[in-house]
């Protein structure tokens, strides 16, 4: 009962421990994501500012145009106006030199009547006469200076009180434009002062990006050296091909192959997360797979599955307490005799498909992962399997099916991976893996990957 209620308490803190992992790696996450939106954000908003500046700019343009030729018309009409009345008072002062010669020549004809009948008279009549011309000249001359000046006044008033309007137009105009250009002065400043500010913080990411890229590059190298090279793939397990494409720089999934003098052993493993968490994890794993197997020497399937469970707890310090890593794993772990006749698989959360003759056969896994299980864990079994020449053994993560994509942005699902390999699986493994990969890009299009992608096929 002690040693009971021990592992009880060992299992419950691995679970809390389990649960503040999870916690953690979702914040870094958000985190993450605050960080790409604040970027795209601050891009957008200084992009929609120069493009405002941009359309300022060509309306004050075009207003200083339409003033200039505003003023020209202005211009033109003002001066045609003033030949018009010019030409108008011309006109009418003609009309009325000819209407009193036209009187002049009547009383001239009239006069002639009366000197005939009386020529005293007459010369009387035309002194009269030539006294009353000279005056009525005088007269006429008086009213037609009279009229032009009142005019020349008139026109004089409504040219200075026009002059007067057009310089307070245009005064009204130069101050509102002098006004708009201090404005836009002090909006370019302003919008200078921020562009240096975004550069330098540009400057700045930039600088941390490439200090962070740096380091993940160099955890890649470490980790691709310590996954199996193709050669050791081929050595191992003979005809194979390995389809690895991990969503960043680092992967969650990771693959690994051992053989002793019993045994070949191979594993497919889905790490907690992607990226550098899943690249932490995966390495652990590799570690203690080979720890398991190769110092420790166990050698059925399901026993190395329950030693790396316990081995995950100890090392996370899985409990469950709150702030402890959660972390854990899913796995398929393969055991072929020397002549590939017999396999043994162990699986958490893992399946695993065998094709053979136009069928698929599908070896379940434990419903569990490797790792904390808050109470739940049970030991993992194990399936035998006698196998036949031509069979095609498949084992993979959930990547390649959980990818959106298509027509409706949709999962890729794991239905359609196995039509696929239906479809493939008598094709050599080159071409088999270059069929995978097509398709997959094919069906991702322009949607962003989800996760780590790996799929394993061995064909005897």
Known sequence: MYTDNNKLIEL???????????????????????????????????????????????????????????????????????????????????????????????????????????????????????????????????????SIIQKKQQSLKYGIAALTGLLLLVGFFLFRGISQRRKIEIQNIKLQFKNNEIAKQKDIIQEKNKEIIDSINYALKIQTAMLPTDGEMKSILGDVFVFYQPKAIVSGDFYWCFENSKYKYYATV????????????????????????????????????????????????????????????????????KDKSELVVSGANNDLWILRKNELIEIKSNRQSIGFNYGKYKQFTQERITLQPKDKIYTFSDGYADQFGGNNKKKFKSRNLKNLLLAIYNHPAPEQMRLIKRTFEEWMGTEEQVDDVLIIGVLL
Do not use: W
């Not at 009345?85 to 009239?110: D, V």
């Not at 006294?131 to 005088?138: A, D, G, R, S, W």
């Not at 570690?287 to 026993?303: A, Q, R, W």
């Open 12 to 146: 419950n803190n691995q679970q809390l421990f389990q649960a503040q992992r999870e916690q953690e790696s979702r914040y870094e996450e958000m985190a993450l994501d605050a960080f790409d939106e604040f970027q795209r954000n601050e891009a957008k908003k200084a992009e929609t500012l120069k493009l405002k500046l941009e359309a300022a700019q060509r309306e004050k343009d075009l207003l200083e145009l339409r003033r200039v030729n505003e003023l020209d018309a202005a211009k033109i009409a003002y001066t045609q106006l003033e030949k018009e009345k010019s030409m108008q008072n011309l006109a009418l002062i003609e009309e009325k030199l000819r209407l009193k010669k036209k009187e002049i020549a009547a009383l001239e004809n009239q006069n002639r009547i009366n000197v005939i009948s009386n020529s005293f008279r007459l010369k009387e009549l035309e002194l009269a006469k030539n006294k009353n011309y000279l005056m009525l000249q005088k007269q006429l001359i008086n009213e037609m200076r009279v």
């Open 270 to 337: 889905d790490c907690t997360g992607h990226g550098v968490p899943g690249g932490f994890m995966s390495m652990l794993g590799i570690s203690l797979l080979n720890e398991i197997v190769k110092e420790k020497k166990i050698d059925e399937p399901c026993d190395i599955l329950d030693m790396l469970t316990a081995r995950i707890i100890a090392e996370l310090k899985q409990t469950e307490k709150a702030n402890v890593a959660k972390d854990g794993m899913d796995i398929t772990l393969c055991r072929l005799s």
